[in-house]
């Protein structure tokens, strides 16, 4: 009724290289194990959520209460996938134009930073 359809982003193990889809995804829905070493005694030890970005260090977790957790890989056990809510990486059209403007914004700030700091381009130059 109010479930939207997610059969359409499941994972694709076998067959054609290039047809293969698999792995997290931006936006998943995910629950993680937590070494039992790095929590306290009255906390949970598994984090559920939506994954919100995933980094060489860490993960960004949105949680069901609403608050953003950012968690060190060193600390992960495991990791479970509900459920992808997004197409692949690759296939992601909505993803990939996100990207491309946001890459157009850093680009052009950072040409604004530059024409506006001290002596223009030549502060990498000593002496």
Known sequence: MG???LSKFVDVHNGDLLERRHGLRRDDLVEI???SRS???DDESWMRGRLLASGKSNIELLTDDGRTVFLARDIIAQIVL???TRPAYIDD???LAFERADMKRRSKLHE???KESQGSDDAHLWG
Request: overall charge negative; glycine content about 0%.
């Open 39 to 41: 929590i306290q005694s």
């Open 112 to 114: 604004k930073v530059e």
């Open 93 to 95: 059209k909505a993803l």
């Open 3 to 5: 479930s939207p359809d």
């Open 33 to 35: 194990l937590l070494d």
């Open 82 to 84: 509900v459920a992808h």
